[in-house]
């Protein structure tokens, strides 16, 4: 057992040069390469980090734009159509006050006309009237007139 102690005295000995080389060597790719390398990656995360943040705010912002854009856009079209619905109204009620003008006219022709006829039958009813007597009198000097018909000779027609 004294002989095993004593091998692995003598083994630890000669390790001992080599662990110091390897922690020497560790502490140089630690201050040389690890350092410079973590830092390179921290930095690296934090523009990654950065970058996404900075997209997901740019992405927002469009999304705000867009929904401006469509919501202006909205407003432009109602705007529109209550200008077309305006105009619409304006070109309706235009035709409307000129058929009530055209009707009103018309009415008053067919009144002026039915006035004219209206006097128009009065002055023949009196021109009528006032010759009765006088048409009675002349029709009854032609039926006094003419001879009676012969009961051998053909019946004349009066057309």
Avoid: C, W
Avoid at 2 to 25: K, M, N, S
Avoid at 108 to 120: D, N, P, Q
Avoid at 128 to 144: G, H, M, N, Y
């Amino acid at each position: 057992m004294q002989q095993i102690v004593h091998q692995l005295g003598e083994l630890f000995l000669q390790a001992v040069p080599t662990v110091v080389i390897v922690l020497i060597f560790y502490g140089i790719m630690r201050t040389l390469f690890f350092v410079p390398l973590m830092k390179v990656m921290d930095e690296r995360e934090t523009r990654t980090v950065g970058a996404r943040k900075a997209a997901e705010t740019a992405q927002t912002a469009a999304a705000n734009k867009v929904k401006q854009y469509q919501e202006a856009l909205k407003q432009a079209r109602a705007k529109v159509y209550a200008e077309q619905e305006d105009a619409r109204k304006k070109l309706l009620n235009d035709r409307a006050e000129a058929a009530k003008q055209a009707r009103g006219k018309a009415a008053g022709h067919v009144a002026s006309a039915k006035e004219r006829m209206a006097r128009e039958f009065e002055t023949a009813k009196q021109d009528i009237e006032s010759s009765v007597a006088q048409l009675a009198t002349e029709i009854a000097q032609r039926v006094i007139q003419i001879p009676p018909p012969r009961p051998t000779s053909p019946v004349r027609e009066v057309s």
